[in-house]
C-alpha cells in the first residue's frame, strides 16, 4: 500500500484567499498555512497545482439495491414513478445476496473513482427475506476503505400498505439500519401515509436513529406529509436528525400554504434532499403543457436557512435509466433547473453536493479543518465557477491521508 500523505500544498480552500499548505499526520489534517506563491511539493505530499481543494463529496440519497439493473426484467416505458415501482417489484423477487453485492460494490467504486467518500442508501425492506439489507450490511462492511455508507430501512411499497410492513421495518432496525424510511404518498390512504410518518418517527427516536422519509415524490399539490414529518420532529425536538427527500409536490403548492409551511420548516429545522436529474424524469409525467419541473422549492428553502443537498437517487434502475456516478452532473442538472445560476449560488454550489449533504447525513467528522480525517478532493478548478464551467473529473481524492484516486498531474513525490 502507498505512504500516508504528510502534507497537501498549492491548495485552494473555498472561503479563503490565495494559496495554502495542509499538513497531514497520522492520517488526520493538522495545521493550515497560507503560501505567499507556489511551491514545490516534496516528499510525501500532494501537489494541487493551485486548484480547489474540498471536502469529499457526499452521495446523499441513493438505491443501491436497485443500481444497474434497468431493463431487467423489463424497462419502465411510461416513465413514472409508479411503474419503475412495479418494474422493481418483478427484479426483486429474483434478489439475491451475492447479486446486490456485486452490483452495489461496482457502484460504489464508481462513485469512489468521482470523489464519493460518503453515501447514504435506501434499501427496499418490503421483502420477507430481507435479501438486499442482508447484501447492504455486507457491502458497508466490505466497502469501509472506500466510503462510508449509511443504511436506510427504505419500505419501497409502503408500511401500513404491506402485509407485516411494520415488522420487516422494526427487524431492519434490529439488524443494524442506520436509518429509518417510508413513503407517505404511495401508502393507499392519506390516513395510513399520516399514520406511517408518525409511526416511524417514534421507531427512530426510540432506536435513536436518523430518519429519511421519501415524502410527497408525486406532482399532487394535496400531498402534505411533510407538513406532518416536520410537526413529529419539532414535537421530539429532532429535526437535525430528520430529512425529507424529494418534497416534489412543495414545487406545486401555493404561496398562501407555502408561507405558512415554511414557518413551520424552519422551526423544526429538518434538511431537505432534492434529486433534480430523477424529478425532471419521473415529474410532470401527468402533465400536457405547460409541465411542471417536479421540484422542490430549492432557493426558497436556502434562503429560508434551510439545508439542501443534492443526490443523484438512481444509476440505471428502474426508475432512471441513465447516471454516471458523477455528482459535478447532478449539480449542473439542478442549478439549471431550480434556475440557480446567479454568481452569488455559484460561489456557494459546491456545497450542494459537500457540506449540506453531511449535515443531511449528520456526519460529525466533515471538513477541511486541523483535527479532522485528513479526507478531501483535488477539483480542477480555481473557483467553484470554473470547476462547474469545466466538469472534469476529480483529479484527486485522498481518504485517512491516502490517495485513493490520483489523475492528470496533480502528483508530487508520491511514489
Ligand atoms: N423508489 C422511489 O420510491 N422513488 C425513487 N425516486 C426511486 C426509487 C429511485
Ligand atoms: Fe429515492
Not at 447492504?136 to 466490505?142: K, T
Request: charged share 25%.
Amino acid at each position: 500500500m502507498q505512504e500516508p500523505l504528510n502534507a497537501i500544498v498549492n491548495a485552494r480552500l473555498p472561503g479563503r484567499e490565495g494559496l495554502h499548505q495542509i499538513a497531514i499526520n497520522n492520517d488526520v489534517f493538522g495545521e493550515i498555512t497560507p503560501q505567499t506563491a507556489l511551491m514545490e511539493a516534496s516528499g510525501q505530499a500532494l501537489d494541487a497545482r493551485g486548484n480547489l481543494l474540498v471536502a469529499p463529496f457526499v452521495e446523499p440519497h441513493i438505491h443501491l439495491d436497485a443500481a444497474m439493473t434497468a431493463g431487467e426484467p423489463r424497462w419502465n416505458q411510461s416513465g413514472t414513478l409508479f411503474e419503475g415501482i412495479e418494474c422493481w417489484a418483478e427484479r426483486k423477487a429474483m434478489l439475491t445476496e451475492e447479486d446486490v453485492i456485486n452490483r452495489a460494490e461496482q457502484t460504489l467504486k464508481l462513485f469512489a473513482d468521482h470523489g464519493i467518500q460518503y453515501v447514504r442508501t435506501h434499501v427496499d425492506v418490503t421483502d420477507p427475506q430481507l435479501t438486499a439489507l442482508k447484501a447492504m450490511l455486507a457491502v458497508r462492511e466490505r466497502m469501509a476503505d472506500l466510503v462510508d455508507l449509511q443504511i436506510v430501512a427504505f419500505p419501497q411499497e409502503g408500511i401500513w400498505s404491506f402485509r407485516n410492513g411494520r415488522e420487516l421495518m422494526e427487524e431492519a432496525v434490529r439488524m443494524g439500519a442506520d436509518v429509518v424510511g417510508g413513503i407517505p404518498h404511495f401508502e393507499h390512504t392519506r390516513d395510513y401515509g399520516v399514520e406511517s410518518v408518525r409511526w416511524l418517527v417514534e421507531l427512530a427516536h426510540r432506536h435513536d436513529r436518523l430518519v429519511d422519509v421519501h415524502c410527497d415524490e408525486i406532482d399532487d399539490p394535496q400531498s402534505r406529509f411533510l407538513e406532518v414529518l416536520a410537526a413529529e420532529a419539532l414535537r421530539l425536538d429532532y429535526g437535525s436528525r430528520v430529512t425529507a427527500s424529494h418534497t416534489c409536490a412543495m414545487g406545486s403548492y401555493d404561496d398562501a400554504y407555502c408561507s405558512r409551511l415554511f414557518r413551520l420548516l424552519k422551526k423544526s429545522g429538518l434538511r431537505f434532499l432534492s434529486m433534480p436529474t430523477e424529478s425532471l424524469h419521473l415529474q410532470g409525467r401527468f402533465d400536457t403543457y405547460p409541465k411542471r419541473r417536479g421540484i422542490t422549492r430549492v432557493p426558497e428553502l436556502l434562503d429560508a436557512g434551510l439545508t439542501v443537498a443534492f443526490g443523484q437517487d438512481s444509476i440505471r434502475d428502474p426508475w432512471y435509466p441513465l447516471g454516471n456516478g458523477n455528482l459535478l452532473r447532478t449539480l449542473d442538472v439542478g442549478l439549471h433547473a431550480c434556475h440557480m445560476l446567479g454568481m452569488e449560488r455559484i460561489d456557494h454550489c459546491l456545497e450542494m453536493i459537500t457540506d449540506n449533504g453531511a449535515a443531511a447525513l449528520d456526519l460529525s467528522q466533515y471538513g477541511i479543518e486541523s483535527g479532522l480525517p485528513a479526507r478531501c478532493v483535488v477539483l480542477q478548478g480555481q473557483s467553484p465557477y470554473e470547476v462547474l464551467v469545466g466538469q472534469q473529473p476529480v483529479q484527486a481524492s485522498v481518504r485517512d491521508g491516502r490517495v485513493v484516486v490520483l489523475r492528470g498531474d496533480s502528483q508530487g513525490q508520491v511514489s
